[in-house]
């Protein structure tokens, strides 16, 4: 039975499908490690044989993995109630945070074809998901540098669309996959410089020695996502990379995340994006 008292305690939302399931199966693995999976919704009791994906993960004998309902929308189970919540659950801290929930809900669009309501959705998950989740739990990851003795680490799963120095080749011209990303790409660029943003704010208040931040690109990949935006550019081969390619990478990237390089905007890679 794991002790997450003094385990390394990892948040990861969007983890029950994509590029986020495929990192709880990795972080699960490890030893003292608890995993807080969330979902917007978890089968009940009510679903009868209905088994949670999280069901067929396996842990490290030492490690727990803990499904966490999480939908901004809800009050009752948005990011302010966590602290709450988690207390029930054994978890007074949390060390490792990795925001990877992400929608393009309308679908990939140019700027001519994007409507002000694919704007605000797009904005309402990528963009305000994160920084809710930030205010809602950054007590307690600031609770956790205090009981691991390391800075603890927020990562947002960004994009390389919502590169504003990356916007365009040498050739001047906009890469292909943008020229779709209208609102999607916007919302990217959004949580992107507000990570920027609140690197400045923890460096100025001192607080950077607690709380270290970055942005992940996890790179084309085959998920639901990916496959949306190879249809909606026409690309028959579909996105090259896979979930498991590219969960491996993002891990890498948050492992070596420490105080000297807060701020970076990674790609699964290591290669380095400009903002
Ligand atoms: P998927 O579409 O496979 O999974 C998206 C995940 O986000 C799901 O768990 C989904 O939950 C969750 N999610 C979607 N909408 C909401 C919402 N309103 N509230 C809470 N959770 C929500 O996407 P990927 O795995 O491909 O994407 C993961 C991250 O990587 C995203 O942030 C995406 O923007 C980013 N990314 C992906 C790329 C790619 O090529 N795939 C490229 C660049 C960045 P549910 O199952 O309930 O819908």
Redesign the pocket.
Known sequence: MADHSKNIVYLV?????????AVIYLLAARPNTTVLAT???LPTDDDNNQSSVFSSIVCHESSSLIPIL????KPAISSSTLPARLSSAGIEHINIVIA?????TNGFKSVFDTTEEDYRNDF???TL?PIRLFKGIHGLLEKGAEVSGQESKFVV?????GSTGGLVTAEGEMEGGMLVCGS?GLS?AGVQWWVMKLRAELKGKGGEGKVVVGVV?????K????QG?ADAVGFRAG?P?G?EE?ATGVVEQVDKLTMENSGQFWRWDGGVLPW
Request: aromatic share 4%.
């Open positions: 939302t969007g983890a029950n499908r994509g590029i986020g399931l979902a917007r919704s999480l939908d901004e929308t990877n929930a992400g929608t393009a309402e998950v990528n998901g799963v960004g994009s390389s669309v999607y990217k690109h996890p790179g084309w990949v998920t639901e996502m990916g935006l996105p990379l979930v590219s």
